[in-house]
């Protein structure tokens, strides 16, 4: 049967809510916006009159297009070139879905999404649907054909497993933290995973960062690392990337202070000069780098209050394509550096 435009209309009130599923199952905007499309065919293809919870039959579809996504994508991502992060989503980006709650803010942050690639397709798509989106576990166990007790206990694993990874964070090492403990975060709050931070707080915190990564100096970005930091980047094989984590505070800032050294074989992988913004990506503070308009690249920063614990790059094309089309179409302030390299 041919869509009414009553149909047509009632998908695309729910296209929102299934691309902010979608995006947090497969942690890449591209292939969310995949997964919806075809949830969308599927919904033209079926008598849409005999389906009695339209939301839930949507939902049902679109989490069986994503665990079969995440299972193909965990034999495509054997032979990525180095290391694989989920794609950045600017301030504003409506694919990051809703954060009214702490557990919703969090479950989007770059790093929850780093750790949940570390989860089976249906420990993920257990925790979105209930972290994230408050399912209950008898829908959960309707969407994805469970028990209501199997629904529970991959919830609980799959929770468990975050924790795990978390509480390196949580706790911040022990490293120095000096100014950006004391200076760049707001009302006490700790700025772990999953934290509220502004723009104004995240600005701050990169115009510290990037004062020290380009001092020419180590001992300024040391200070506000802790002492186990690391720093990590993706650059698919498009962009130079190294295929392991720099671990350690000494041996970050001598990347860090290495990366941020003007040189001409930079601006020309670059294409130019970029100018480096801040903003929030994900709800957390990060490094824009912007090149005539076009993203180049994008540092997001993990703090806690004892320093920066990780500083996670993403350089392949592939996954900035969204954010420039929404950095064109956004007001993100002057470049905190003009011409950086």
Known sequence: MALTFS??????????RLEAIAYRMLGSASEAEDAVQETYLRWQATDVGRIEVPEAWLTKVLTNLCLNQLTSARARRETYVGQWLPEPL????????????????????????VLLERLSPNERAVYVLREAFAYSHREIAEI???????????????????????SRSASGSGGAGG?????AVLGGVSGGVGSEIDEAAARRIVEEFLAAATSGRTEPLIKLLTSDAIAVGDGGGKVPARASAFEGARAVATFMRGMFK????????????????????NGGPAVVAVVDGRVFGIMCLERTQEGIVAIRSQVNPDKLERATRRWAAGDFGPPVIAEAL
Request: proline letters at 6%; aromatic letters at 4%.
């Open 7 to 16: 149909d047509v209309d009632r998908f695309e009130a729910a296209r929102p």
């Open 90 to 113: 600017l301030a504003g980006d409506p694919m990051l879905g809703p954060a009214e709650t702490a557990e919703q803010r969090e479950s989007v942050s770059y790093a929850v999404m």
């Open 144 to 166: 994805m054909d469970l028990s209501e007790a199997a629904s529970q206990q991959i919830f609980h694993r799959a929770k468990k497993h975050v924790a795990q990874g978390r």
């Open 179 to 183: 100014a950006l403990a004391e200076g």
């Open 262 to 281: 003007p040189a001409k074989s930079k601006r020309d992988l670059a294409g130019g000069s970029p100018d480096l913004y801040a903003t929030t990506v």
